[in-house]
């Protein structure tokens, strides 16, 4: 079993940034994909990163890529996503999420297939 809690989220102008960390308990940390996701009032819930077990492979949705970077420590049990060059359509409830350890880019943090789910932490990017 994993507990993932996110915590770094908060309110932003846009062209700044801000940096999510979500945290993993659990001894089987190393053996999940992370991913990040968000859901905008009104909107479905997307995928935004993606990285591998190892980290050696990430994947991003276009509309961030370029601006967010997404990085583990397993050593601590964290992921990152580091966010910049912020926009008010970035605004969302970002969750952390973990799933399989699949390579492929059509199959890496697939919604359908995550196994655990944080708790979400609130981005709103206004001027």
């Known amino acids: 079993h994993l507990q993932l809690v996110e915590s770094g989220g908060g309110s932003v102008q846009p062209g700044e940034s801000l940096r999510l960390s979500c945290a993993a308990s659990?001894?089987?940390?190393?053996?999940?994909?992370i991913g990040w996701f968000r859901q905008a009032p009104g909107k479905e819930r997307e995928g935004v990163a993606c990285?591998?077990?190892?980290?050696?492979?990430?994947n991003y949705a276009d509309s961030v890529k370029g601006r967010f970077i997404i990085s583990r420590d397993n050593a601590k049990n964290t992921v990152y996503l580091q966010m910049n060059s912020l926009l008010p359509e970035d605004s969302a409830i970002y969750y952390c999420?973990?799933?399989?350890?699949?390579?492929?880019?059509?199959?890496?943090?697939?919604?359908?297939?995550?196994?655990?789910w944080g708790q979400g932490a609130q981005v709103t990017v206004s001027s």
């Open positions: 999420a973990a799933g399989p350890p699949l390579t492929g880019d059509r199959s890496m943090c697939v919604e359908q297939l995550i196994d655990y």
């Open positions: 990285i591998t077990t190892s980290g050696e492979i990430s």
């Open positions: 659990g001894s089987t940390f190393d053996l999940y994909n």
